[in-house]
């Protein structure tokens, strides 16, 4: 089955999660216990061909790739974490992992930021972020995440840095309702199960 940043396996008392970069194809294979399996190279001498056992006629065009056997050298990146229980704890993990610091190198200078500091604080951990970005139209940072769980969320937003003005937005940034700034800047609202949220500050 295709995974975009993670596959998690996990009896409801414990559990494996298994974060990759690139990697996007796994499958759990049962049995006296369960496995996961996660594809590191597909190399095929053909695109499609019609003498498989687990499935018949072509999935696509019958023509040889005698260049795709990927011979040589490979490097890999995946993590193994384990985790108790419903694995929520180990999302954040596994979106790290997936989206790796970056450095820059600069010339020092005195700066203005603090020693300890988050760009965006997003809690529970049951909502996940799914894109923080410029505005489209206008000044102003969109917040996008999504509730992971059947169940309502109170979801609370905090960005670094003085803002103005929230509201909650559609996909496309259209404004559907204004939402209060509490003192420190942060907003709360509801997200009900499964539920996408976009949130502009300006």
């Known amino acids: 089955m ?55 006629g072509h999935a696509g065009p019958a023509t040889a ?11 890999f990146d995946y993590a193994l974490i384990p985790h108790g229980g419903h694995g929520l704890e180990a999302y954040a993990d596994a979106y790290a992992f997936d989206v790796p610091l970056r450095t820059v190198d600069r010339p020092r200078h005195g700066g203005t930021l603090p020693p300890a500091a988050s760009f965006l604080r997003a809690e529970p951990a049951a909502f996940i972020l799914s894109a923080v970005k410029p505005a489209e139209n206008g000044p102003g940072l969109v917040v996008r995440g999504y509730n992971v769980t059947g169940d309502p969320l109170c979801v609370t937003l905090a960005p670094r840095g003085p803002f103005a003005r929230a509201a909650r937005v559609r996909l496309d940034e259209e404004e559907l309702e204004a939402l209060p700034l509490a003192a420190d800047g942060s907003v709360t609202l509801e997200a009900r199960g499964h539920e996408i949220v976009t949130v502009k500050f300006e």
């Open 65 to 75: 790739t005698p260049g795709a056997q990927e011979i040589g050298r490979h490097r």
């Open 2 to 56: 295709p995974q975009r940043a993670f596959c998690d396996a996990t009896d409801g008392r414990r559990g494996l999660l298994l974060a990759n970069r690139g990697l996007p194809e796994v499958a759990v294979v049962e049995g006296a216990t369960s496995e996961l399996a996660l594809t590191l190279l597909r190399c095929v001498g053909w695109l499609s061909r019609a003498d498989f056992s687990t499935r018949r």
